[in-house]
């Protein structure tokens, strides 16, 4: 079945380190592409798009991903996270076809950012 | 403030009821979609409409419908509610393809 997968669950990591998260998505095609994040007890707020041209893509907050056609693939990447970053954090990808561009999400990773 | 606003923000109601969520689009933004994030079954797309017509249809029980309205607000009707329905339920707007999405804070929807 077409989806969209996200491996890291949960991660936990200290103040400056570098995050990358990964995304796999398993449809054929043309595919845009989203990262959203999840601050605890909020709403979804887009981070990062990519519809075409350049496959590294800068989001706010610091964060950038990078489209790779070959593997199917938009991971997220910040190079120094903050405490304020711990939030769960979706990928999600507008499946070629129809049915207008709804979104399809991965399961999430849940970040814990620690002092 | 996402410019997406649904109300309530939280409900409780008990097992064979019917509850109402409205959701009120960001100005000039002609689709929404509803979303359903509960624990086990993560974000779930339910329903789109898109000026006023139903879009594309996801994961949407039999029980639940939605509607949009003329002035572009949207309502997802529950009924006959189980205490597996019970989750956090977003609308999110957007102007069209290509475009990005704007998330309401969502519903808590409790039932007990």
């Known amino acids: 079945a077409q989806s969209v997968s996200q491996h890291n669950h949960h991660v936990i990591l200290s103040e400056a380190a570098s995050l990358e998260l990964g995304c796999n998505y398993s449809y054929g095609g043309t595919v845009n592409l989203f990262w959203y994040v999840q601050y605890p007890g909020q709403h979804l707020q887009l981070l990062l798009k990519y519809f075409s041209g350049d496959p590294l893509v800068k989001g706010i907050k610091g964060f950038e991903a990078e489209f790779i056609k070959s593997k199917f693939s938009f991971n997220l990447r910040k190079p120094s996270v903050q405490w304020s970053d711990t939030a769960e954090y979706f990928c999600a990808v507008t499946p070629p076809g129809g049915g207008g561009n709804k979104l399809t999400f991965g399961t999430g990773t849940q970040l814990k950012v620690e002092l | 403030d996402s410019g997406v606003t649904q109300t309530p923000k939280h409900l409780i109601t008990a097992t064979g009821q019917r509850v109402t969520l409205r959701c009120s689009p960001r100005s000039g933004d002609l689709s929404v979609y509803w979303y359903q994030q509960s624990l086990d079954q993560g974000l779930q797309f339910l329903i789109q409409?898109?000026?006023?017509?139903?879009?594309a249809k996801g994961n949407i029980l039999e029980r639940f419908s939605a509607q949009q309205f003329p002035d572009l607000h949207s309502e997802l009707n529950l009924s006959s509610l189980e205490l597996g329905d019970s989750a956090l339920y977003f609308c999110a707007s957007s102007r069209g393809q290509g475009s990005g999405y704007t998330f309401g804070s969502g519903t808590r929807l409790t039932v007990v």
């Open positions: 409409y898109y000026n006023g017509e139903e879009r």
